[in-house]
């Protein structure tokens, strides 16, 4: 018999790419699985055009936006308490294959220490390139990175393999991961609750595994621009906190002297390039809320 999926798809304020991930569906050619729709206190009429158009699908409306984590982190409990063998965890702003749950499960099902698992996924304009086949942090940094990222597919990662973090972008996980470990960590509030999941499911013994059979095609960030000074703030301040959270011994001595580092370079900035600087201050914001331990929704 196969194992109850449940597929979590969280919605905030953007109803034509969730009918459109919902209409993808359709076609999965998996069978024991089920929708959530979590909406995430959106403000225009996503809930009752979803409900026109796909009646039968459950949807929990939360009151106000609880961020990627928090919202996601409503599905999870319900799944749970559903008697769900594994969750599924997917951006609304995704299409799917009709084998993609199918190539996942099965990779799951074949290693009980295999925790978390992940699809290649492309970029929705572009069929062929990659937007990521797993990922890895680079501690030097303390950020997250994808592998293959504006790559053209040409079968260079076609290999099952372990990965240092997966996207939550479309993230399968196991209910014994989420009962060990708990769900995703809400401070983030956006970014980099993926990669913290991924090191809390390695760091107890499980494996996180990229499956390239598996594909899914992303329109990439539609809720906050890449570029922008929220998007760089949330990547700046978050990247810290998973340090902070994760990092070697090695990883936390040094922050204090990367966070000088970084403070320099954006003063520098600010004052010898303008074209810079609505950058350079949102680097700023990031380091400062890291400092001052301000997590969350960004003021």
């Given at each position: 018999?196969?194992?109850?999926?449940?597929?979590?798809?969280?919605?905030?304020?953007?109803?034509?790419?969730?009918?459109?991930?919902?209409?993808?569906?359709?076609?999965?050619?998996?069978?024991?699985?089920?929708?959530?729709?979590?909406?995430?206190?959106?403000?225009?009429?996503?809930?009752?055009?979803?409900?026109?158009?796909?009646?039968?699908?459950?949807?929990?409306?939360?009151?106000?936006?609880?961020?990627?984590?928090?919202?996601?982190?409503?599905?999870?409990?319900?799944?749970?308490?559903?008697?769900?063998?594994?969750?599924?965890?997917?951006?609304?702003?995704?299409?799917?294959?009709?084998?993609?749950?199918t190539e996942l499960v099965k990779v799951g099902e074949s290693d009980e220490k295999i925790g978390l698992l992940g699809s290649k996924?492309?970029?929705?304009?572009?069929?062929?390139?990659?937007?990521?086949?797993?990922?890895?942090?680079?501690?030097?940094?303390?950020?997250?990175?994808?592998?293959?990222?504006?790559?053209?597919?040409?079968?260079?990662?076609?290999?099952?393999?372990?990965?240092?973090?997966?996207?939550?972008?479309?993230?399968?996980?196991?209910?014994?991961?989420?009962?060990?470990?708990?769900?995703?960590?809400?401070?983030?509030?956006?970014?980099?609750?993926?990669?913290?999941?991924?090191?809390?499911?390695?760091?107890?013994?499980?494996?996180?595994?990229?499956?390239?059979?598996?594909?899914?095609?992303?329109?990439?960030?539609?809720?906050?621009?890449?570029?922008?000074?929220?998007?760089?703030?949330?990547?700046?301040?978050?990247?810290?906190?998973?340090?902070?959270?994760?990092?070697?011994?090695?990883?936390?001595?040094?922050?204090?002297?990367?966070?000088?580092?970084?403070?320099?370079?954006?003063?520098?900035?600010?004052?010898?390039?303008?074209?810079?600087?609505?950058?350079?201050?949102?680097?700023?914001?990031?380091?400062?809320?890291?400092?001052?331990?301000?997590?969350?929704?960004?003021?």
């Amino acid at each position: 018999m196969e194992k109850k999926v449940y597929i979590i798809l969280l919605n905030w304020n953007g109803k034509e790419d969730t009918l459109e991930c919902l209409k993808s569906f359709e076609k999965i050619k998996y069978n024991n699985y089920e929708v959530i729709v979590v909406d995430n206190g959106s403000e225009d009429d996503s809930v009752s055009k979803i409900r026109k158009y796909y009646p039968k699908i459950n949807i929990i409306e939360n009151k106000k936006n609880l961020g990627f984590a928090g919202g996601n982190n409503v599905g999870i409990e319900y799944a749970i308490d559903n008697c769900a063998d594994y969750v599924l965890l997917i951006n609304n702003d995704t299409i799917v294959e009709e084998d993609f749950l199918t190539e996942l499960v099965k990779v799951g099902e074949s290693d009980e220490k295999i925790g978390l698992l992940g699809s290649k996924i492309y970029f929705h304009s572009e069929k062929k390139r990659i937007w990521t086949a797993g990922g890895k942090v680079n501690w030097l940094k303390n950020k997250g990175t994808h592998i293959g990222l504006d790559e053209i597919d040409v079968g260079q990662y076609d290999r099952i393999r372990e990965v240092g973090y997966l996207t939550g972008c479309c993230l399968l996980i196991k209910r014994e991961v989420i009962e060990k470990i708990g769900g995703l960590e809400e401070s983030y509030f956006l970014y980099y609750e993926d990669t913290d999941f991924s090191l809390r499911a390695q760091n107890i013994g499980y494996k996180c595994v990229y499956v390239p059979e598996s594909k899914i095609y992303h329109k990439i960030s539609r809720s906050i621009k890449p570029g922008s000074a929220n998007y760089i703030y949330y990547h700046v301040r978050n990247g810290l906190v998973m340090a902070r959270r994760s990092g070697s011994i090695l990883v936390k001595l040094a922050l204090y002297p990367y966070c000088l580092i970084l403070f320099l370079k954006q003063v520098i900035k600010i004052i010898f390039i303008p074209k810079k600087r609505p950058w350079a201050k949102a680097v700023l914001r990031g380091e400062k809320d890291f400092l001052l331990k301000k997590v969350g929704k960004a003021d």
